[in-house]
């Protein structure tokens, strides 16, 4: 890719797609931030980038494509736990078979398309009980996701065989539905599930009351939280983040799913304050030019509907 289209990538990602705004590997070399200082394990398939971010916890990165989506690798001594998919533009199934040879269980913090990717490539798939997940469930088209695999989206040639013609979500089969404070066995590490509706009806977070680990999927990350999409409940958004600040002194690290894979759990105090502040009429937000808003507090924005009208 040439300087020129780094440039483009990065002026339509700051309009269109919020998480281009920031590129992994900036406009040069440069990693993102957030894995500086991480140790990365080496995979075979060099679209895919793997961080130890913790003991057993692996974040499996699609640095080159501008969602910048982090799935997690979490191993216990019996099993795994296959935390998001990614795109499915690439096998992430191959890269977790090099990683771990325990049997691997996939949940998602959500069923957006760019975390339900690889869904398919796996036999064993907890769900959450919803009409939105069933829906999701049965796939993505093309015609709903080809831009994700347009030149502006990525960074690098697509894997050998993806046709931006025939890029879908792949439909997969859930094997068990589960509901709120669902407990996944790893052998010597356990792991609850946390109902946090809002970003979409079937958000989670994973909890490890052991270790103080939070995964918070889309309801937390740092940079623009995506808030505009119809399935988004605003009011249901504010309660679950209610919630998660709840558990904010039990806590010692958030795994978010997009961008930098660690941040502080004191972050969630922080958002939820935020959308007070948004809520109040209290928060200059900037217009993005594409009927959307954005709100920025630092380290995060809110980028919601300009139509929206927040309580
Ligand atoms: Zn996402």
Do not use: C
């Amino acid at each position: 890719m040439t300087g020129l289209v780094f440039i483009l990538v990065g002026i339509i990602g700051a309009i269109s797609k919020p998480f281009g705004g920031s590129p992994g590997y900036g406009d040069g070399d440069e990693p993102h931030p957030g894995y500086v200082g991480l140790e990365r394990v080496p995979v075979s398939d060099d679209w895919f980038e793997v961080h130890i971010v913790a003991p057993g916890v692996l974040a499996i990165s699609e640095p080159f494509q501008w969602q910048e989506v982090v799935s997690y690798l979490i191993t216990g001594s019996e099993r795994a736990l296959l935390f998001d998919t990614g795109m499915g533009i690439s096998s992430i199934s191959s890269v977790v078979r090099e990683l771990t040879s325990l049997p691997v269980t996939v949940l998602n913090s959500h069923t957006h398309f760019d975390h339900i990717g690889g869904n398919a490539e796996f036999d064993r798939i907890l769900a959450m009980d919803t009409e939105y997940t069933r829906h999701s469930a049965l796939g993505i088209a093309n015609s709903e996701v080809r831009e994700e695999v347009s030149p502006e989206a990525v960074r690098r040639p697509l894997p050998e065989g993806v046709d931006p013609s025939t890029y879908r979500i792949s439909p997969f089969e859930v094997t068990q539905y589960i509901a709120d404070g669902h407990r996944i066995d790893l052998g010597d590490r356990e792991l609850e599930v946390v109902s946090i509706p809002g970003h979409t009806p079937d958000s989670i977070a994973l909890l490890e009351s052991d270790t103080g680990f939070l995964w918070t999927g889309d309801t937390f990350y740092e940079g623009p939280i995506w808030l505009f999409v119809p399935e988004t409940d605003l009011v249901a958004y504010e309660e679950s983040l209610e919630r998660l600040v709840g558990l904010v002194p039990r806590l010692t690290t958030l795994f978010p799913a997009h961008e930098a894979p660690k941040a502080n759990p004191r972050r969630l105090e922080e958002l939820r304050n935020a959308l007070a502040l948004v809520k109040a009429g209290k928060a200059e937000g900037e217009d993005t030019g594409d009927g959307r808003i954005e709100y920025g507090f630092g380290a995060f924005s809110l980028l919601m509907d300009g139509s929206d009208r927040v309580g």
